[in-house]
């Protein structure tokens, strides 16, 4: 089966091609049956860090209902909407449903909480940051081939995960970042440039993904209410016209249709500003698309604009909420026990994770254990982390 490739697949010319992928750091045989791209999706998909999305927070702990999102029910929309644009778009689905899949691997239990406690824990050993995390995840944590540490993805679906918001140049002062500097060498990653236009669908996909599922899930918790959204930028004329529509709707149906309008509202402003910079611009490679100075793939200024403001009610009105509050409290204090406690006594780490943390203290003195402690409190779920503190901090549970 010969590699799929944008010349026989009419995708647009400043499309990625699998065919002409810049490769992977270790050689290895193209398959038969997948692109180069397909192969990385399919091997995220298998790693144990995507596995274990399902139980790390979005917004609301795991324990605390069966129908809010989390890491991974947020990842897979995410994917979904990203081949959605990027087939509209007629750039390679495959990266930009790759890169959408792969961008929260790095999240720690908890959220943003889990990360802003890891991050104080951290600011003497390097710090810590989630798509730092997410890299050092994909190329070096993961062990699951005999040949290398990591998944070995390709140089594009690498590219799109460290930079899919664009230039990171400002951040290469940061000591994380030096882990994407040192795989660079040789595999130069174009810090200082835009990365292809499907890396650009995942970021966006992101965006539009969470505003919108956190709307349903901040209104299934009871957060804030129908009538509350009604004035609200973006989503309020939506729901105002749904109401219009269907003035007999119940509640649940009212909330997740004017959801799924909203969903359709932000898309097609996607394409359509899109296709707008595209015949600006006229790029005609993925070359181009890094070359422009800007992103091809973009919010209109109108819609940038109501989504500020409906992100600002959010931050109001659910991540600053007192019930989200009293969860962020709670789960910054276990991460902080957790790790003061295994970075003074490893000797309670699990084996292999022991061995470990002394071998990196060894080579690089107590930033290399506390990375190691890191590392290993970064990959639990909020129920393992949950179980590990009470097993470690409560004489009543005996494991």
């Given at each position: 089966m010969a590699p799929r490739s944008a010349e026989n697949n009419g995708l647009a010319p400043y499309a990625e091609d699998p065919a002409r992928s810049r490769g992977r750091k270790h050689p290895e045989a193209a398959s038969l049956t997948r692109t180069a791209f397909a192969r990385d999706r399919d091997r995220i998909i298998h790693c144990s860090a995507f596995r274990r999305l399902k139980e790390k927070t979005q917004v609301f702990v795991a324990h605390e209902g069966d129908h809010f999102r989390t890491r991974l029910t947020h990842s897979l929309e995410v994917a979904q909407i990203a081949r959605t644009i990027a087939h509209a778009l007629r750039l390679?689905?495959?990266?930009?449903?790759?890169?959408?899949?792969?961008h929260d691997l790095g999240h720690p239990p908890f959220a943003h909480s889990g990360e802003?406690?890891?991050?104080?824990?951290m600011a003497d050993f390097g710090g810590f940051d989630h798509n730092i995390q997410t890299f050092r995840t994909i190329t070096t944590l993961e062990r699951r081939y005999p040949h290398f540490d990591g998944l070995n993805l390709s140089w594009e679906t690498l590219e799109g995960i460290v930079k899919h918001n664009g230039p990171v140049t400002e951040r290469l002062g940061e000591p994380g970042w030096?882990?994407?500097?040192?795989?660079?060498?040789?595999f130069d990653?174009?810090?200082?440039?835009?990365?292809?236009?499907?890396?650009?669908?995942?970021?966006?996909a992101d965006d539009i993904a969470y505003n919108n599922h956190d709307v349903d899930d901040g209104l299934q918790a009871g957060l804030f209410s129908l009538d509350d959204i009604s004035e609200v930028a973006l989503i309020g004329p939506i729901l105002i016209a749904t109401r219009a529509d269907y003035p007999d709707l119940d509640h649940r149906l009212l909330r997740l249709e004017a959801?799924?309008?909203?969903?359709?509202?932000?898309?097609?402003?996607?394409?359509?500003?899109?296709?707008?910079?595209?015949?600006?611009?006229?790029p005609e490679s993925a070359e181009d698309v890094r070359a422009m100075g800007r992103p091809l793939v973009a919010f209109s200024d109108a819609m940038g604009v109501e989504l500020a403001k409906l992100r600002a009610f959010l931050h109001a009105r659910m991540y600053r909420h007192f019930r989200v509050n009293r969860t962020r409290s709670q789960a910054r204090r276990i991460l902080a026990e957790l790790f003061t406690l295994f970075l003074a006594e490893?000797?309670?780490l699990p084996e292999g994770w022991r061995e470990r943390a002394d071998a990196k203290f060894?080579?690089?003195?107590?930033?290399?254990?506390?990375?190691?402690?890191?590392?290993?409190i970064a990959g639990m779920t909020d129920r393992f982390a949950i179980e590990e503190h009470r097993k470690l901090f409560n004489l009543d549970i005996w494991n």
């Amino acid at each position: 089966m010969a590699p799929r490739s944008a010349e026989n697949n009419g995708l647009a010319p400043y499309a990625e091609d699998p065919a002409r992928s810049r490769g992977r750091k270790h050689p290895e045989a193209a398959s038969l049956t997948r692109t180069a791209f397909a192969r990385d999706r399919d091997r995220i998909i298998h790693c144990s860090a995507f596995r274990r999305l399902k139980e790390k927070t979005q917004v609301f702990v795991a324990h605390e209902g069966d129908h809010f999102r989390t890491r991974l029910t947020h990842s897979l929309e995410v994917a979904q909407i990203a081949r959605t644009i990027a087939h509209a778009l007629r750039l390679d689905d495959d990266l930009a449903e790759t890169v959408a899949l792969a961008h929260d691997l790095g999240h720690p239990p908890f959220a943003h909480s889990g990360e802003e406690e890891l991050s104080a824990r951290m600011a003497d050993f390097g710090g810590f940051d989630h798509n730092i995390q997410t890299f050092r995840t994909i190329t070096t944590l993961e062990r699951r081939y005999p040949h290398f540490d990591g998944l070995n993805l390709s140089w594009e679906t690498l590219e799109g995960i460290v930079k899919h918001n664009g230039p990171v140049t400002e951040r290469l002062g940061e000591p994380g970042w030096q882990a994407i500097v040192r795989y660079g060498a040789g595999f130069d990653f174009r810090l200082d440039t835009w990365p292809s236009a499907e890396a650009q669908v995942a970021a966006l996909a992101d965006d539009i993904a969470y505003n919108n599922h956190d709307v349903d899930d901040g209104l299934q918790a009871g957060l804030f209410s129908l009538d509350d959204i009604s004035e609200v930028a973006l989503i309020g004329p939506i729901l105002i016209a749904t109401r219009a529509d269907y003035p007999d709707l119940d509640h649940r149906l009212l909330r997740l249709e004017a959801v799924r309008r909203m969903i359709g509202g932000m898309v097609g402003d996607v394409l359509a500003e899109t296709r707008r910079r595209a015949n600006a611009h006229r790029p005609e490679s993925a070359e181009d698309v890094r070359a422009m100075g800007r992103p091809l793939v973009a919010f209109s200024d109108a819609m940038g604009v109501e989504l500020a403001k409906l992100r600002a009610f959010l931050h109001a009105r659910m991540y600053r909420h007192f019930r989200v509050n009293r969860t962020r409290s709670q789960a910054r204090r276990i991460l902080a026990e957790l790790f003061t406690l295994f970075l003074a006594e490893t000797d309670v780490l699990p084996e292999g994770w022991r061995e470990r943390a002394d071998a990196k203290f060894a080579m690089d003195g107590e930033a290399g254990r506390a990375r190691v402690v890191c590392d290993y409190i970064a990959g639990m779920t909020d129920r393992f982390a949950i179980e590990e503190h009470r097993k470690l901090f409560n004489l009543d549970i005996w494991n």
